[in-house]
Every structure is written in C-alpha cells, then in structure tokens.
C-alpha cells in the first residue's frame, strides 16, 4: 500500500492464508490538534502507518500463524503549519506533540496485534504464533509489552497462557541488539511468541556482523546496501 517500507513474508512452506489487518479492531483516532497554526476547528483522523500482515503457514502439517509488523517511528509526527522546513520545528509544543502522536500511532497498532493474537487464541489456545518484526521499540517499552501482555503486568495468573514470550532473552546480553544508533547499541526487532510455538523452541539469534551506524550514515548522507537493521533469527522444532 506504501511507495516504501511495504510488509513481507517469504516461506518455503506453504503459505495456506494470508490477510492485511488495518483498523480492522481498533477505529482511527478522533485527534484535535493543540499546536496546529492555524488552529484546528474539527478533529483529525488518525490512522496507522502501515497494516499488519498476518499469513497462516503449514509447517509439515503444523499450522504457523505469523504476524508480521512495522510499527510508527518514535520520530515526531508532523504538526500542521509548525514546520520551517523538514527538519525544523517552530516550537517546543509542537515538536512534543509530534511525539505524543507518533507514540498513540505505536502503541495503537500494537494494541491491534495484540487483539489479532488473542482472536486467534480464542480459537485455538495451543495456537503456535509468533509476532515479529521492527518494533521500534526496546524491550522495556509499551509497544512490546502491549503485544506480550506479560502477567506481571495484567496480574491475573488466568491470562498466563495468553502472554508472548520475547525470544531475545536467549541471546547473550552482550549481543542483544539489532541498531546501532549515534554509537548507542539498541534492540528495536524483536520476535514474540505463544506458548504453543515456545514448547518447540531451540535459540536465538542476532546476527549484526558489519552493522553499519544508521545515525552516522544519515548525517553523512551515506548509502548502504543491505539494512541498518540486524537479522533476529529464532529457530523451532516443529512436530507436525
């Protein structure tokens, strides 16, 4: 649907359905802008960047659900008339507001996975499922834990089975990142998954050999060929 930044899923297994996901749980945002010059007199919709893509995948006769994502940037959203040129902002207010609307697009879209996740729990609470991709976020944060919905957090030991489990704490802690961001090490790509698909997992990995600098490489107008960000790979032993 995007000119960039479009969704995959590549599978030597065959792939038995496949759909987009795009406000399909969770309505656009009625949004009324604080900051925009001119003011706003009626509010704005606010919809996601891009879809989800969620395919089926028959794995020797297991059934894989694989829902792939790109969640919003934590770049500020733009803010109607509070820009100089493309990179500048004419004020504080209209730079944070940026954020806090970039943040409602992240966290909106993960609490759409997480209701893609539970709908196909609903159906089979052994479902093997695995939530994937460029999270923009770190390990720590609310887009992650949105999707994992971790029993820590909802505290009803009920939802336990509903919970994804990050794959990423099988890395060494020394390895756990897949940016490298101003020369700080960052873990934006995660893989979580269901219990279902847990009980068959063998490792992880992150592969970042040669991992260029995306900051730097911005700043300095240079182009690589490849991806800034590293490959998150997770293997399993299915049972068919």
Not at 63 to 90: C, I, M, Y
Not at 110 to 115: D, G, K, T
Not at 179 to 202: K, M, P, Q, Y
Request: aromatic content about 6%; proline content about 7%; some cysteine.
């Amino acid at each position: 649907p995007r000119d960039v930044h479009n969704l995959m899923i590549l599978s030597r297994h065959p792939i038995r359905s496949h759909r987009q996901v795009y406000h399909d749980h969770v309505p656009p945002l009625a949004y009324r802008w604080a900051c925009a010059d001119p003011p706003a007199d009626e509010p704005v919709m606010v919809r996601w960047d891009r879809p989800l893509l969620h395919a089926t995948i028959d794995v020797a006769g297991a059934l894989v659900e694989v829902v792939n994502l790109h969640l919003r940037s934590p770049l500020p959203a733009a803010v109607p008339g509070q820009k100089r040129d493309a990179f500048t902002w004419k004020s504080s207010s209209a730079w944070s507001e940026g954020i806090f609307l970039a943040a409602m697009k992240r966290d909106g879209q993960a609490l759409e996975a997480r209701i893609v996740v539970d709908e196909l729990l609903d159906s089979n609470m052994d479902a093997r499922i695995a939530v994937c991709g460029d999270f923009n976020a770190m390990s720590f944060a609310e887009p992650l834990a949105i999707i994992c919905a971790p029993v820590r957090e909802t505290d009803d030991a009920r939802l336990g089975r509903r919970a994804l489990i990050p794959v990423e704490t099988a890395v060494p802690k020394d390895r756990r990142f897949s940016v490298v961001h101003g020369g700080e090490r960052v873990l934006l790509d995660h893989i979580a998954v269901s219990r279902g698909l847990f009980s068959g997992f063998s490792g992880a990995a992150i592969h970042h050999s040669g991992l260029s600098d995306e900051l730097t490489d911005y700043h300095l107008g240079r182009e690589i060929p490849g991806s800034h960000h590293a490959a998150v790979i997770a293997d399993f032993d299915i049972d068919g």
